[in-house]
């Protein structure tokens, strides 16, 4: 009996630490990450440590699901206004005096160079979702104006860097706890229709609207730029449109099959822009073909379909509404990372999930698997 015990009694103690983690949730997140440490080995075998400090940044974001996971989404509630305070500070913070790169201001020096930015990602979806959980039941129009105010504040201080990668991951987040907390879709359709008219009218009337000189007084330079490059990509092939170019061109000479593990050619002369970051579904693409794409794309169609799973099944208004939000900013940044490198979205830069090189990023998508975790644990403890 003592054999017995002495045997059993240290998983015994360990054994809540992981009691309620989802099992699909995390074999999805796993396969996941293999493919992005194979795609490092192979596309950052020249960039010096990329491949090892890749592998440590996933250790990281594993640390902090595992440590978030253990956090009660009561708790998470209780986070909601402080953090978001806090992000929106430091945003103002880096308008007032951040450091300034490549024409951009969105880093600020407080002892470690950071990007408040990244903060809101996380922090605008759980305010959000704390906003309609305090007016659970006697929801008004004026509080979806409040949650609409809420959510403009850090996007438009986001635009202002100039980043319109982070803000629209920001404004997707928080539009989708918006939506699922019950925004009619007689007011979600005309925004809608009015962006599809406005794309219609953007590729019939695109020679005059991009010629020389002409200025669009909404967007930045580099905006206006990246957007004539999308819809004609070919009238600067070497400058503004080599992003593009390049990218489709190792998508399309990866066939069906790829070319192999370590035998992309447009990844190893070097052809692919950004490689190990923004533009790796390209070097992905090219090395795996259509079948390493379609297993992509259906490891991340499961990941998001797990995390609206949990939502669904999520205890509470607060739970369902964090997770859900969780789940679009995944399907968020492989749709527009995807779409980018594909040549059917402007180029901005939104990295691949588990696959690009990115610390800050990888962080940020550790902790929202994290919460989703916490909240998968949390229905098993209803639930038992």
């Avoid at 015994?12 to 490092?40: E, K, S």
């Avoid at 305090?134 to 996007?155: I, N, S």
């Avoid at 794309?199 to 695109?206: G, P, R």
């Avoid at 390493?292 to 939502?311: K, P």
Wanted: proline share 5%.
């Amino acid at each position: 009996m003592a054999h017995h015990f002495g045997k059993f009694h240290p998983w015994q103690r360990i054994a809540p630490w992981f009691r309620g983690f989802d099992g699909p949730l995390a074999f999805a997140v796993f396969l996941l990450a293999c493919a992005g440490l194979l795609t490092m080995y192979s596309v950052g075998f020249d960039h010096g440590t990329r491949f090892a400090d890749h592998g440590r940044n996933m250790l990281i974001a594993g640390f902090i699901m595992f440590t978030v996971a253990q956090i009660a989404p009561q708790r998470l509630m209780a986070l909601a206004l402080p953090l978001y305070v806090l992000g929106v500070t430091l945003l103002i913070a880096v308008a007032l005096f951040g450091i300034a790169k490549k024409g951009a201001q969105r880093w600020l020096n407080v002892g470690v160079i950071i990007q408040p930015s990244e903060i809101l990602k996380i922090a605008v979806p759980l305010m959000l979702a704390w906003w309609f959980q305090k007016r659970e039941g006697q929801l008004r129009p004026l509080d979806f104006l409040a949650a609409g105010a809420l959510l403009a504040l850090p996007v438009g201080l986001i635009m202002k860097q100039p980043d319109l990668g982070t803000s629209l991951l920001v404004l997707a987040a928080g539009l989708s706890v918006i939506f699922f907390a019950g925004l009619s879709w007689k007011l979600v359709l005309p925004p809608v229709l009015l962006a599809l008219v406005a794309l219609a009218l953007l590729v019939i009337f695109e020679p005059a609207l991009c010629a020389q000189g002409v200025r669009w007084s909404i967007l930045h330079d580099y905006q206006q730029q990246r957007i004539c490059t999308l819809l004609d990509p070919g009238k600067d092939p070497l400058g503004k449109g080599f992003h593009i170019i390049q990218g489709m061109i190792a998508i399309g000479s990866g066939g069906f099959w790829g070319k192999g593990f370590m035998q992309g050619t447009q990844t190893h002369l070097e052809f692919i822009p950004e490689r190990t970051t923004d533009f790796i579904f390209a070097a992905f693409s090219e090395e795996f073909g259509l079948l390493g794409n379609l297993l992509l794309i259906a490891g991340f169609v499961f990941l998001v379909l797990r995390a609206l799973t949990i939502a669904l099944e999520a205890p509470t208004l607060f739970s369902r509404l964090l997770a859900g939000a969780i789940a679009m900013i995944f399907f968020s940044y492989a749709f527009v990372n995807m779409g980018m490198v594909s040549g059917i979205l402007p180029v901005v830069g939104v990295p691949l999930p588990f696959i690009s090189y990115g610390g800050t990023a990888m962080v940020t998508l550790g902790l929202g698997l994290g919460i989703l975790m916490s909240i998968a644990k949390s229905k098993r403890l209803v639930q038992s």
